[in-house]
């Protein structure tokens, strides 16, 4: 179903699912011992999605998508995403920042397994239903925050910035900042207005970190028709041709610059090749050959 102004979902659902499905590649990588995280696993597990459960019990063939998809590949691609955010958070507090702000974390676990500095504030903010089955699943088995860890239950498209601030933010304080896989799910205006409002409430010297996907009709064209048919036969229902929100859309390294803030972006070729990849020559991996990792800090 396309998006619609003021829709809603939860984590088996929509956009939502994305995070699931971002989360169960995550597992895949923890146990490739690529990355560190070993909450990914137990909350994908708790949310229940079939597929994403058979991802995790090795019952999926990932051929009938391209016989050159394998898990590995899997995990090594959400590998080098999962490093590039973690690195800007780390390096954020290697430098002196004591505030994260993780926006729409879905079942991001970085307030549990990263090594915060004492005296660091993690707050996430995402919709109500995903805060509180996140908490709730994590309590479960017992983990622990690495951080002070403060949830903030507010959809973006309400007043959010208002929500965090009455969750002690303090705007005068750098702050780090993540907008994850978020921006190809937002209308190009909201793209916008995100970046402002995160300008306005960030002092000098605070950090952030998103993608940049120059050209969203990936994810509509014959290439991504083909991979969303076999994808069903695996059991999936993600649509993401009605979950991107297409038109002509500022490039976020150009609108940051403009904003005060300096800014690189590492292509994801290249990312593949710092992390000691070689980029696959699969279908699905070439619909995002051309994101880049975009980090930025702020000089007012």
């Not at 903010?125 to 479960?140: I, M, N, Y």
């Not at 622990?144 to 959010?160: F, M």
């Amino acid at each position: 179903m396309a998006r619609t102004d003021g829709d809603s979902w939860d984590l088996a659902s929509s956009v939502g699912a994305t995070a699931t499905m971002v989360a169960a590649q995550r597992a895949l990588g923890h146990r490739e011992k690529l990355i560190d995280d070993p909450y990914a696993e137990p909350l994908v597990r708790a949310v229940g999605v079939d597929l994403f459960t058979r991802m995790l019990d090795g019952d999926v063939d990932f051929t009938v998508v391209d016989p050159a998809f394998t898990p590995r590949r899997a995990a090594e691609g959400m590998a080098v995403r999962t490093r590039f955010f973690d690195e800007v958070f780390l390096d954020g507090a290697a430098a002196g920042v004591r505030q994260a702000v993780i926006l729409a974390a879905g079942l991001d676990a970085r307030g549990y397994r990263l090594p915060w500095p004492d005296g660091t504030v993690v707050y996430e903010v995402d919709q109500p239903e995903v805060v509180e089955f996140k908490q709730r699943t994590l309590q479960g088995i017992g983990a622990k925050p690495t951080a002070t860890h403060r949830t903030v239950s507010v959809d973006l498209r309400e007043d959010w910035p208002k929500a965090l601030t009455d969750s002690g933010f303090d705007p005068t304080q750098p702050t780090s900042w993540s907008a994850e896989g978020l921006l190809i799910y937002l209308p190009p205006q909201a793209q916008d207005a995100l970046f402002d409002t995160i300008t306005a409430l960030s002092a000098p010297g605070s950090r952030l970190a998103t993608e940049h996907v120059p050209d969203l009709t990936a994810f509509t064209d014959e290439r991504s028709q083909h991979l969303r048919d076999r994808l069903k036969q695996l059991g999936s229902d993600i649509e993401m041709a009605d979950l991107v929100y297409q038109g002509k859309r500022n490039n976020p390294v150009d609108y940051l610059r403009e904003r005060g803030w300096e800014v690189t972006a590492l292509p994801n070729r290249e990312a593949y090749a710092a992390n000691g990849f070689e980029f696959p020559d699969d279908e699905m991996s070439k619909i995002m050959g051309d994101l880049s990792y975009v980090r930025a800090v702020f000089t007012g």
